[in-house]
């Protein structure tokens, strides 16, 4: 994720984990478990209509990867020779959200590399704009810091306006400056000069003022904040807030599995994202999946293993409880079934059983058929929303 290639030998043997294993020691990666390999796609291709996903461990990547794309490019492209450079591409990212203590400088580099990324390409998303430039503001502040020498570190470092006005593209999203593609040249200059005081006033706030802690906070300034009252910002500090906040966000540094989600009257098939924001639910649709609902670990209940299958109680309501229920398909990593069981209590000493669609006779007839249909008008008001 630091835009840099490496060339890996591959024979009919090589599996995605030999892969891993080969980039993780090339790159004195110790943490291996953490990192998985992804194929991405320029356009929406891959079985259930998405342009990315992790490649199961024990793929083969000659005879099943590199044919899919093979397969896929004559379609779109009719000939192997017109295909693009970059419509096919093998990406390693770190998919878990755990920050072990062990981490080599390398490894911490990577994961600054990846945060970076997912703000620019859009991967991280935040319903308070702010944040965009929160985050920028701790980007450079560790990447002026970073460039100088010992004696410059000790110096305060001074912004001024219009000194960032050509680099903000490397620190906002993209699609904000392709939006100013088509705009008047008066206008495309006067959002970039909104965009920098913006970016100015985050850095003095952030770095230079005190930070009072207010009762509505963002996230980024609550971990700023809680950061600032034990020593202060420095630049490896500022790129470890910078993923600290990125992290929570639901597809960035992130577990994601292919599902089908089961309902009374309705399979949909949506992709789960797990990582320390929580459980995640969406629905594919190209470049852009659409959120269905968020489950955060403090509403988590409880889960177990059986079978192969992983269960997780999920509160949704003070008196609703979700079953989602997760079985292999196709015995991959990657590929996973999601079955939905809908709770509604009836009384202090009865619940309801789970319903769910071609259930078995034995199970069906616990559940009242008037209980089954409130339970599904429960489920479809809190998904479809």
């Not at 044919?67 to 896929?72: D, K, V």
């Not at 580099?109 to 935040?126: H, P, S, V, W």
């Not at 192969?308 to 991959?332: A, G």
Request: hydrophobic residues 40%; proline residues 3%.
């Amino acid at each position: 994720m630091d835009d840099a290639f490496s060339t890996i030998p591959l024979d009919e043997t090589t599996k995605a984990r030999d892969v891993l294993k080969l980039m993780c020691k090339k790159h004195a990666l110790n943490n291996e478990s953490e990192w998985g390999l992804l194929e991405q796609w320029d356009h929406p291709g891959i079985e259930g209509n998405v342009s990315e996903r992790k490649i199961p461990s024990d793929e083969l990547i000659i005879d099943q990867t590199l044919l899919q794309w093979e397969r896929a490019a004559r379609k779109k492209f009719g000939m192997v020779s017109l295909v693009p450079l970059t419509a096919f591409k093998l990406v390693m990212r770190k998919v878990s959200s755990l920050l072990p203590q062990a981490r080599t400088k390398k490894e911490q580099q990577l994961e600054y590399c990846q945060a970076r990324n997912d703000i620019k390409d859009g991967r991280f998303m935040t319903a308070d704009v702010s944040e965009m430039f929160d985050l920028a503001a701790l980007a450079i502040f560790k990447d002026f810091k970073d460039g100088m020498s010992e004696e410059e570190q000790e110096e305060e470092l001074v912004l001024e306006r219009g000194q960032l006005s050509q680099q903000l593209h490397h620190y906002l999203p993209h699609h904000w400056f392709k939006a100013l593609a088509n705009k008047k040249n008066n206008v495309r200059a006067q959002q970039l000069e909104d965009w920098e005081r913006k970016v100015l006033r985050s850095f003095y706030e952030l770095i230079r003022e005190e930070l009072l802690e207010k009762t509505e906070m963002s996230r980024v300034r609550k971990i700023v904040h809680s950061f600032r009252m034990e020593a202060e910002v420095n630049a490896l500090a500022a790129g470890r807030m910078l993923v600290e906040r990125v992290r929570l966000a639901p597809l960035c540094f992130s577990a994601q599995y292919s599902a089908e989600m089961w309902s009374v009257d309705k399979i949909l098939k949506v992709f789960l994202v797990l990582n320390a924001g929580g459980l995640h639910v969406y629905r594919p649709g190209g470049a852009s999946p659409l959120l269905l609902s968020s489950f955060g670990f403090d509403v988590l209940v409880s889960w177990q293993s059986m079978n192969d299958t992983l269960i997780l109680n999920v509160l949704v309501q003070s008196e609703t409880e979700v079953r989602i229920r997760f079985s292999p398909l196709k015995h991959t990593d990657f590929f996973a079934v999601c079955r939905v069981f809908c709770f509604r209590e009836l009384h202090v000493a009865q619940r309801v059983g789970s319903v769910r669609r071609n259930t078995t006779e034995a199970r069906s007839s616990q559940v009242p058929r008037a209980a089954s249909t409130e339970v599904a008008s429960v489920f479809d008001a809190h998904f479809e929303r």
